[in-house]
């Protein structure tokens, strides 16, 4: 990991003794304090994923890592950003995991942008005359980091709260598009496909678009409806157009033989098309529609 540079910060650092020995903890930076760090879910999540998977090295005799195990020597938190005055939205920090190796001890990247889980929702309208046509809703919006103003995606959100990922969809569902769905009208695609899989690591149920710099993940749902013709065209014209919640997002209707084009620049949408094209093929219980086949 290249030397991380120092600068000055009024906060004071301590130890945080969820590890074994206690990991110092710095800040350069004054806009988060020890106490919202130690409050802020994304930290919490991505401290306590970390410490189980070092404690693998040493439990699991056949751990690539096991004769030589990482740890934590110090965690530096180099900025953080709020929503508002006092919600933490974004941290970034920079933990120095090293290990004992001979001659030389080696270490791992350890530069991190922390923003916590979010949740994405593949919305398929199916006319009831077809066996083939299928519709998809979408949302159009500005997506600043990406230098983009008109950025074509499925609709998602940030979780921020203590609800099932299932109760965050449905009310991003009802921000976005203004479509009241209820939880049990949504099937998490995500944990369907990751069942039974394995893997000893405490990781989320959820899809992690950029793991090599990010601890996002995203939890992929699918709600999927068969209307009569009339009800969708009735629907598209209710749902396409600006909605005025405080985001600049348009919604649309795409016809689903075009998903995977977005998807080539939208990572929740390829995911989201390919898990559930995968789930289809694999006839699982959960998608099976007698049509389709």
Avoid: C
């Avoid at 004054?30 to 760090?37: A, F, R, T, V």
């Avoid at 950003?81 to 995991?97: H, N, S």
């Avoid at 922390?114 to 046509?133: F, K, Q, Y």
Wanted: charged share 25%; no cysteine.
């Amino acid at each position: 990991m290249p030397p991380v540079t120092r600068s000055m910060s009024n906060t004071p650092g301590f130890n945080l003794d969820w590890f074994t020995p206690p990991v110092p903890v710095r800040f350069e930076t004054n806009k988060i304090s020890k106490d919202e760090l130690l409050s802020f879910k994304p930290f919490k999540d991505w401290a306590g994923t970390l410490k189980s998977s070092l404690e693998l090295q040493r439990t699991d005799t056949k751990h690539p890592f096991n004769k030589s195990p990482y740890s934590v020597r110090s965690v530096t938190i180099q900025s953080a950003d709020k929503f508002g005055p006092t919600r933490v939205g974004f941290v970034k920090l920079a933990a120095e995991i090293m290990n004992e190796a001979k001659p030389k001890p080696e270490s791992l990247p350890g530069v991190a942008f922390l923003r916590g889980g979010s949740v994405a929702m593949l919305m398929i309208l199916r006319p009831s005359d077809s066996n083939t046509e299928r519709w998809v809703i979408m949302t159009e919006q500005p997506r600043i980091p990406a230098g983009s103003l008109r950025f074509l995606e499925i609709p998602a959100g940030m979780i921020d709260s203590n609800q099932t990922f299932a109760g965050v969809a449905a009310k991003e569902i009802k921000e976005e598009t203004g479509l009241v769905i209820h939880e049990s009208e949504l099937k998490d695609l995500t944990e369907l496909a990751l069942k039974g899989t394995g893997g000893q690591e405490d990781l989320q149920a959820a899809m992690y678009p950029s793991p090599g710099g990010s601890d996002e993940f995203i939890a992929i749902f699918l709600w999927e409806k068969v209307l009569d013709r009339q009800e969708i065209e009735d629907l598209r014209g209710k749902l396409t157009g600006l909605r005025t919640q405080g985001e600049k997002i348009t919604v649309r209707i795409l016809d689903y033989e075009q998903l995977w084009r977005v998807g080539a620049r939208d990572a929740k949408t390829l995911a989201a098309w390919s898990l559930y094209e995968a789930l289809k093929r694999a006839r699982h219980p959960a998608l099976i529609d007698s049509r389709s086949w």
